[in-house]
């Protein structure tokens, strides 16, 4: 895992974020990756998603041959305010992903880059996956927590997007989840359904706590990665 910070004007003490590489990245010189963002939840910090062992599980599923290698990006919320008021959102687009794609040999296209994240993380992914979708073909909601601010907008934010480029979204919670956090997943996946809008929805038994996500981690990595097929993985220039 390699730490990193982002010097920001927009953020006063910058943006942290640890980068983990797939164990053949220094073997391969000439191979590029996809890239998963992955967001912790509100208090949490950017170590979450390496403590819950996302690192791990994908670490063990590349060396058994089971997904496509890739990168994943963990970045830092300080503020956990609303998106209105929060300039990490707009800091993770203009700033940090073109910071990844020019450091490390990522395939910058929408079909190889992924956003994700639990609880308020989640909020921020369909935010920003729904909003630039031109960025990301793939959107995971661990125990969503909608932003007060977006729901009025998000049906008006899925159907500006075209039916070919809707990215894929993956939906989860536990059914012991707090009742207004609970709801809100609810709410977003019964959007979904109304607009016919395909979809995964997990709603399986546990809480809004660390083991709850930690016992889903594989399942959310194998998600990530199915459509990166080994086949993608000639030599491909930026």
């Not at 010097?7 to 890239?35: A, I």
């Not at 919670?173 to 207004?180: S, Y």
Request: charged residues 25%; hydrophobic residues 40%.
């Amino acid at each position: 895992m390699k730490p990193g910070l982002l010097e920001s004007e927009k953020l006063r003490q910058g943006m942290d974020y640890r980068v983990y590489l797939p164990p053949c990245y220094d073997e391969h010189p000439d191979q590029r990756y996809p890239v998963l963002y992955l967001i912790h939840g509100q208090s949490y910090t950017d170590d979450q998603w390496d403590r819950l062992g996302a690192d791990e599980a994908a670490e063990r599923l590349i060396l058994a041959g089971e997904i496509a290698p890739f990168l994943i990006v963990m970045p830092r919320d300080r503020l956990w305010e609303q998106p209105k008021a929060d300039p990490f959102g707009e800091v993770l687009i203009n700033e940090l992903i073109p910071l990844i794609d020019r450091s490390y040999r990522t395939i910058p296209q929408r079909s190889h880059r992924a956003i994700g994240g639990l609880s308020r993380g989640a909020g921020w992914a369909v935010h920003l996956g729904l909003l630039h979708w031109q960025l990301f073909g793939a959107i995971g909601a661990h125990s969503l927590a909608v932003f007060e601010s977006d729901a009025p907008k998000i049906e008006q934010w899925l159907e500006q997007i075209p039916p070919e480029a809707r990215p894929r979204i993956f939906l989860d919670i536990g059914d012991r989840d707090r009742p207004p956090i609970l709801q809100s997943a609810i709410w977003f996946e019964q959007l979904l359904t109304r607009k016919r809008i395909p979809h995964e929805w997990y709603l399986y038994s546990g809480y809004h706590q660390e083991s709850y996500w930690q016992a889903h981690v594989e399942q959310y990595i194998r998600w990530y990665a199915a459509p990166w097929s080994e086949a993608e993985f000639d030599i491909i220039e930026p």
